[in-house]
């Protein structure tokens, strides 16, 4: 194979390299889901959303393995209301605007929707669905769940069905943040 020679010598090229090497690694370490661990499935964007830049948020959503969220995400400003579904447990009224939702509504038995989202038991019952639909402007984190410790012997693996993160913020009765509106009755599940 024949070698060429500019002339100038191989030690520019070898320190052009070495300056970007380590900013072409720290690009690929951003794209790396939480805790370096394959994700099982991969992001889905709805039609009627739009790819956004909020860090801040994104990072609420993904989560390292074993804690639950999201393997990894986007995120997106919704553009149409799109319609939302919350399995939530009825005993506890003010988890019923928390943040994780799926577009797909639930289907049972209540063990295999937690495997295929990766929810411990201790976390929710499980026992109600709330129907919304995304405000127009809001701005969620959309992408395949990651795995989950329970506690004991109990885990779940990193999920590839999609699920939906909502800043909703219900802390302050008299300041309530929901990104979703138009909700209808609760409805028993399963």
């Not at 010598?9 to 900013?23: D, E, K, M, W, Y």
């Not at 995400?73 to 319609?83: A, H, Y």
Request: aromatic share 6%.
């Amino acid at each position: 194979m024949p070698v060429y020679h500019s002339g100038r010598g191989v030690r520019p090229v070898i320190a052009g390299l070495a300056v970007l090497l380590p900013a072409v690694l720290a690009a690929c370490a951003q794209l790396a889901p939480a805790g370096g661990a394959a994700c099982a499935g991969h992001v889905v964007v709805p039609y009627g959303m739009a790819e956004v830049s909020n860090a801040d948020l994104l990072q609420q959503a993904v989560q390292a393995p074993g804690k639950g969220g999201l393997c990894e995400g986007k995120v997106l400003r919704v553009q149409q209301p799109l319609t939302v579904y919350r399995v939530w447990d009825s005993a506890s009224r003010s988890s019923q605007y928390g943040r994780w939702w799926s577009f797909a509504p639930p289907a049972g038995p209540v063990a295999a929707y937690r495997a295929e989202n990766a929810i411990c038991p201790g976390w929710s019952a499980l026992n109600t669905v709330k129907q919304c639909r995304l405000k127009v402007g809001a701005e969620i984190v959309v992408g395949p769940g990651q795995s989950a410790q329970c506690g004991g012997a109990a885990s779940y693996p990193a999920s590839p069905v999609n699920q939906v993160f909502i800043p909703n913020d219900t802390r302050d009765p008299a300041n309530i943040k929901l990104g979703v509106a138009d909700c209808l009755d609760d409805v028993a599940w399963p």
